[in-house]
């Protein structure tokens, strides 16, 4: 498959992940120390061969499988939105807001802006993954006014 995809993951994506890895067209990354849990994310295919409308994330543990999974349609994101403005394509046409790795020279999804993706997928990793809660010091106890040397002590 020459969809490219870790240009895709890490030119269009630009994730914030720091342990990942692109195996074929899946970006798989290990989100959490000590965690089992794992995301994948790869292109979700239509009906044809090698056309894809969009990516498939999946939460995977490694004894239990798959945990979670949400497609994220490109067309419900914003990403091909210029280029198909540009090639006169609407919903409901043929071509409309998908990749086709068929006999391109380039990457097949040229033109792609990855922001509004990049918003979903960091809401859904901070959904599953949260970060380490933010550890504060104890409180202080409040100072208590100490009763100056030789004076009674306040009754009410």
Do not use: C, K
């Not at 044809?48 to 490109?74: A, C, K, M, W």
């Amino acid at each position: 498959m020459s969809l490219h995809a870790q240009q895709f993951f890490e030119d269009i994506l630009q994730l914030p992940l720091h342990q990942y890895a692109v195996v074929g067209d899946a970006l798989y990354a290990a989100l959490q120390p000590n965690s089992p849990l794992r995301l994948r994310i790869d292109f979700a295919p239509t009906i044809r061969s090698d056309e894809y409308n969009g990516l498939r994330l999946r939460v995977i543990h490694p004894e239990q499988g798959e945990v979670d999974t949400v497609l994220l349609r490109f067309s419900e994101h914003g990403t091909f939105e210029r280029r198909d403005a540009a090639r006169a394509l609407v919903a409901g046409m043929d071509g409309y807001a998908v990749i086709r790795d068929w006999h391109t020279s380039g990457p097949a999804w040229d033109g792609a802006d990855g922001t509004g993706l990049r918003t979903v997928i960091d809401q859904y990793v901070h959904l599953w993954f949260p970060p380490p809660a933010v550890s504060r010091p104890p409180a202080r106890p409040v100072a208590q006014s100490t009763p100056a040397p030789g004076a009674s002590p306040r009754t009410s």
